[in-house]
């Protein structure tokens, strides 16, 4: 068989048939159209076109003149069809669905147990092909650099929070932990991240005040106890804390309820698979939020770095005020603090760049942060800063561990809500990190056990006085430059951390506040710096810099949960404007081509005669089905309503007019010509609409009701409307809504798999037409 010798020929691929029976048809020229009547239950045949840009209109075959198939080229040389059969949908009960579910995922084996297992606890099954000599130098190296950043931090970022360094050093352990055990990404750093301490902060400050705490009152870092000042139990309902508990441990306490809570709203998105809630959350929307948030734990930073004492506003409008109060106290600021936060602003600011520009050539990021505390603490304490200039300073840090305590229940109704942001929040960057470094150094991770992972990091560490926890960018981008290979690295920087814990963590007493507060106005640069890429990211695309700033604006004005909120809903809102105001187009033809593009963004396209062809680039449904109509209409040129009026009102009026041309002998003085055009009705210069639905994704009952009446009002103005290029579930939806006639006939002179298929069914009509005049 030789490719001239097929002039046409049909390939038909059915469930029961073989290729190769096919071929032989192919080979007797035996042509089958498309749609032949099939069995009963049987899906109906369709013909697929997948068209050549380098064939000519004129080359390619012509529809069956009884207009019942279509017909374009299968590849180069050759001009058939290739005829397919779609599937029978597999008829399953539900119930039967059901307990097959529930057969393959509640049945018990030893090898069930073990797949479970291992899915739990990752680390049984990629530590025993740890590949010692490859991995343990890179693995040690990270973890030091991770554990040295990790305590300044977790000093700092407990001001934050609110509560003391001796937590923020035991969330930071026990994280590392268990991730090392239950994570399944191999780069990602889990520990304290500057905008969960923001949130659990204002949590914490809010029940304080609502307890009857003093937020403004400076805790004198004489004593460990100083701050634990006791209130009888009948001024503060605390709910289950004894008349013993003062402002640190009522502070931890709601802490660890909210943690804790955060931890379980996590477990139980990973046990019902909610993880699409994140695809929610996009990246500028993300990016907008740590902005924003970043603008508020600047706002809440400053004081310290002044040294000025100033009432702590808690609720909405907490930035606007706080700078307020800012500039009407400016004049106590304290001169020691101040010269610190220059001095040590100015050695991180200027080490954060000459670390950025020579990053290629450090094998190891300069641990600068610990630098300036070490110095800093020194200077402080042999300088007696406190006493002689009443600098701000830590106090005391405790070593060793508090025996571990359940969190209090009876808190829990109070932050209920509160740890459902919070618990979004985490998950998504985590799984956003962990998703970023699985891609970049190929490999995969689970998502579900990625929300398990992070879930018990907060659950876990709650009975152990720890807080919120998630993946940070800043510690994950270190990890992976200093040569991380597994999470092995998490272990040394929890050693790192544990050692601090007993041994070191007293010599920090003297450190300043306003230290700790350089140290976290430094590391927001990342999330503030993206204000230089808003007018890049409008340029490429409005509505993603719009959600940025709105939700950017919404964080730091209003508060950093409704600022969350807003921007969710203002994203939705932005992807409901997109399909209610989609494109839309009329096509023209590009020449010699089988394609059809919008002929007010290209050029030289040939219009085809007496066929409008309309694009509708979004689903049809209910909150666009009006769009559809207007842009419709007003494509066509034509309101098929109106027209079907005015060709009423026209014959109401013909034989009027024609009697009164009667009447003042007219008729003879107007030509055949001029009599006809007052008497006839105007024709449109169209006779056929073909709506291309390729870019219909889906209808909803309104969707369809829409069309079926655009087919029905066409229809009385002697105008046919064809579908193109409709997609199987658009195609469902229509033959469910009764759209098509029950005739198969009715379904194959209704749609088309490709504009081009549609313009030449309507040529051949046009041709059967004229051949019988």
Known sequence: ?????????????????????????????????????????????????????DTPSDSLNAPMMDGKAELERVDLGLQAPILIQRQAPSQKSLLETAKAKLKKNCSLSPATLKDALLGFFPVIGWLPKYR???????????????????????????LLAGLKPIYSLYTSFFANIIYFLMGTSRHVSVGIFSLLCLMVGQVVDRELQLAGFDLN???????????????????????????ECGKECYAISIATALTFLAGVYQVLMGLFQLGFVSTYLSQPLLDGFATGASLTILTSQVKYLFGIKIPRHQGYGMFLTTWVNMIRNIGQANVCDVITSAICLTVLVSAKELADRYKKRLKIPLPTELLIIIAATLVSHFGNLHERYGSSISGDIPTGFIPPKAPDFGLMHRVALDAVPIAIIGFAFTISLSEMFAKNYGYTIRANQEMFAVGFCNIIPSFFHSFTTSAALAKSLVKTSTGCHTQVSSVVSAAVVLLVLLVLAPLFYSLQKSVLACIIIVSLKGALWKFRDVPKQYRMN???????????????????????????????LCVVGRTQHPRVALLGQVEDTVFYEDSRRYENLLPVPKIKIFRFEAPLYYANKDFFLKS???????????????????????????????????????????????LVPRQSEFHTIIIDCSSVLFLDTAGVSTL????????????????????????????????????????????FYSVHGAVQFVRAREQVMDSTL
Not at 650 to 669: C, D, H, Q, S, T
Not at 722 to 734: E, H, I, R, T
Request: hydrophobic content about 35%.
């Open 708 to 751: 079926k009446n655009v087919r029905k009002d066409y229809r009385v103005v002697n105008i046919s409307v064809l579908l193109a290029g409709c997609n199987p579930s658009v195609m469902d939806s229509l033959k469910r809504g009764g759209y098509f006639d029950n005739t198969e006939a009715g379904v194959k002179e209704s749609q």
């Open 217 to 243: 009152e400076d805790i004198s870092p004489g004593s460990r106890n100083s701050s634990n000042e006791t209130f009888l139990a009948s001024d503060l309902p605390l709910e289950g804390i004894g008349p």
């Open 542 to 572: 409005r509505t993603d810099a719009l959600v940025w700033c709105v939700t950017m604006a919404s964080s730091a004005l209003i508060s950093t949960e409704i600022g969350l909120l807003v921007g969710v809903l203002f994203s939705m």
């Open 132 to 158: 010692f000599r490859d991995y343990i130098v890179g693995d040690i190296m990270s973890g030091l650099v991770i554990g040295v950043i990790l305590v300044p931090q977790a000093i700092a970022y407990s």
């Open 1 to 53: 068989m030789t490719m001239k010798g097929l002039s046409r020929r049909s390939v038909s691929v059915s469930p029961g048939g073989s290729v190769g029976e096919s071929m032989c048809q192919c080979a007797q020229g035996l042509r089958r159209r498309v749609g032949e009547k099939d069995g009963e239950g049987e899906p109906e045949p369709r013909s697929l076109a997948p068209p050549s840009r």
């Open 632 to 678: 419709l209409y007003k494509m066509a040129d034509l309101d098929p309503a109106l027209e079907a009026a005015k060709r009423k009102r026209r014959e109401k009026e013909e034989p009027a007019l024609e009697g009164r041309l009667v009447e003042k002998g007219a008729m003879g003085e107007l030509g055949q010509a001029d009599t006809t055009c007052h």
